[in-house]
């Protein structure tokens, strides 16, 4: 499967605050994406989130000032990079005004 990495920079949010807020919203958004099957798993201190899916396996890492998003993304996914770079980008937005 082929790899896919985003990194977003969060200004004065520590790692902590970041796990928070993405802990509560990523139910809402996998099941925007439609994913079948994707099972979620929360690693508190590691401050991870870890999203299997038959397209899919994802780490969403929280570090103080950062969210980090490495995948494996497969073949029928691939295309879609662009939106979940728009849906990661819009989320921040939302949730962390600059």
Not at 32 to 58: C, F, T, Y
Not at 69 to 77: F, K
Request: hydrophobic letters at 40%; charged letters at 25%; one cysteine or more.
């Amino acid at each position: 499967m082929p790899s896919y990495s985003k990194k977003v920079n969060v200004p004065g949010k520590s790692a902590q605050e970041l796990y928070e807020k993405i802990s509560h919203d990523i139910a809402q958004m996998v099941a925007k994406w439609g994913l079948p099957n994707a099972k979620l798993s929360h690693e508190p201190a590691k401050r991870q989130i870890l999203l299997k899916a038959p397209m899919v396996d994802a780490t969403l890492s929280c570090m103080d000032g950062e969210l980090r998003l490495d995948a494996q993304l497969g073949l029928l996914a691939l295309p879609f990079r662009s939106k979940i770079d728009e849906q990661v980008d819009r989320w921040v937005s939302r949730n962390f005004p600059a």
